[in-house]
């Protein structure tokens, strides 16, 4: 692990383990046969494990053509998608590459297998062929949630970092990044920017977190102002976001403030259940919970501006990367807690830090929003990112919200600490029955048939 930046990354949902991760996973692959592309004449996917049992309601399948048509993650557009998926499924073509024509037949050469593969829960291998049939490159790819992607060498490898290196120094845990910030005097985001150093300038820091705060604001617009009434899918579930922000113009009602929020995390969270632009945070299915935290501050505090949203962000990142090394941040690995969970303690942590919160009162207030998310099962109806998915971010966020506000009012000691709950929550969802982690074979995901 180096930068903790690309934890936040603009691509396109529903799902970044089930979306991002295989399109980028094609996208590589691309990049390794692009010397060989005279000799293919066939491609062909197969899907495994949770891929595979709620690959089609993840848009999965069309991920891995969009990625094999070398199509970007972060700019591509509904007409880029239109276009390789009616090639692909109309004509049987796919523009390999982006730069040769192949036969392909998506019901045939993208196989949905119920194989599980050892590794991780999240597996697709690709196998491009030449005239005769003969294999001219394989690989293997896991999506191990928030679109981060490893080839099966790299599972199988010792990658972690040198942290004996004198050079750079690593954050492995929350005792760790407390010690630091009481022996330097900083807070969490300043550590985590003085972590980011290392790596990239302090111009293209907060350039890119700038951006990625800009960018989560136009997701929400483009969730209230849509004019897309039903979101896509068997459910033909109804946005919920227009009408909402249409009536809270008008509302006296005291507690509106719960709607608000409400309304930023459903607003953001529906426009990735359609399969549009989004930020990653720390994954998609959890996208919605902390930019619905920041819009809460900004529209309550006349102070929060780029700067304080850039803190927000650091310090969010920083959490963030603690429970991807020492945890999961993956659906299909470790349940919902391990997104929406995550993605609320990350706003808790941040929120705290924003409003003059110690290192301590943040890793805190980190530690609360995942302790009532301990358990939570990832058990989408048909697969889609939708019912439970869009509700639960409103809840991640109001969770955030209220956990940042307990540990900002109490003193510093807390029996649990961060690092114990974010153990805890990978044991738990080690624990927990395959049916329950994006598999689609038990809980709500059985309830609509």
Known sequence: MLSNLDIFK??????????????????????????KLESIERIEIILYGSLSLTGRGHLTDSAVIWGLCNLECESITEEQQKHSLSLAREQRVLL????????????????????????????????????????VCDMTYF?????????????????????????????????????????????????????????????????????????????????????????????????RAPALARNLLTSDDPLSIIDNISLY????????????????????????????????????????DDCKASDFLLTAMLIGSLYRQNASISGAEAGCQAEIGSASSMAAGAMTTVLGGSAIKACNAA????????????????GLVQIPCIERNAFGAIKAISAARIALSGDEAQKVKLDEIIDTMYKTGRDMSYKYKETALGGLACIIK
Request: proline residues 5%; glycine residues 6%; charged residues 20%.
């Open 10 to 35: 603009i691509g396109i949902g529903p799902s970044s383990s089930h979306t991002l991760g295989p399109m980028l996973s094609a996208r590589d692959f691309c990049s390794r046969i692009e010397s």
């Open 96 to 135: 390999l590459c982006g730069r040769k024509k192949i036969t392909f037949n998506p019901i045939l050469d993208i196989v949905f297998s119920k194989e599980f593969k050892k590794e991780h829960e999240n597996a697709l291998s690709f196998h491009a062929f030449d005239k005769k049939g003969q294999i």
């Open 143 to 239: 999506s191990i949630g928030g679109g981060f992607i490893k080839r099966a060498d790299e599972m199988v490898s010792d990658l972690a970092p040198d942290t004996t290196s004198s050079d750079i120094f690593y954050i492995k845990s929350a005792k760790d990044a407390i010690k630091l910030c009481t022996q330097h005097n900083l807070n969490l985001a300043s550590l985590s920017l003085k972590y980011e150093l290392q790596f990239n300038s302090h111009e293209y820091i907060t350039g890119y977190l700038k951006k990625i705060w800009h960018v989560m604001q136009e997701i929400y617009q483009c969730g209230v102002n849509t004019k897309k009434e039903f979101l896509p899918g068997p459910l033909h579930l109804k946005r």
């Open 265 to 304: 995390a459903i607003a953001i969270a529906e426009e990735n259940a359609s399969g549009a632009r989004v930020v990653t945070a720390p994954t998609n299915g959890a996208c919605a919970v902390i930019p619905a935290t920041m819009l809460y501050l900004k529209n309550s505090l006349p102070d929060f």
């Open 367 to 382: 530690e609360i929003a995942m302790e009532h998310h301990l358990g939570l099962t990832c058990d989408p109806v048909y």
